[in-house]
């Protein structure tokens, strides 16, 4: 009978970049829904705060969308978080240039 060859991988751990890209994406969808709510409840008055607010959301998706792409120049690392939140950064990116130019 042939030798059987036993492999072992050794886990190896996730980008911290884009970890916190995941992060920063998720901070920016939850600010997200804090302006519209704030916007709902104040009746659409107070609108400076409601810019404020995704004005800083639309600035956390694009350093998220930034940090996440600099994940991936992490030497051997898993890039799943990487890809993710580069992914959901640019998409709520577009988003928030939607609604900026949807207003101008």
Known sequence: MAKRYRYAFAKEKEAC????????????????????LTAFFLEGSYGFIVGGISLF???????????????????KRMHRTSIVGS???????????GFFLMGV
């Not at 970049?17 to 519209?36: C, E, I, P």
């Not at 959301?57 to 030497?75: D, N, Q, R």
């Open 17 to 36: 970049k884009g970890k916190w890209s995941v992060g920063l994406a998720a901070a920016s969808f939850l600010l997200f829904l804090a302006a519209v």
């Open 57 to 75: 959301a639309a600035l956390l998706s694009v350093y998220g969308f930034i940090m996440g792409l600099l994940s991936f120049s992490e030497k």
């Open 87 to 97: 992914i959901t950064n640019g998409i709520i990116m577009v988003g928030w240039l």
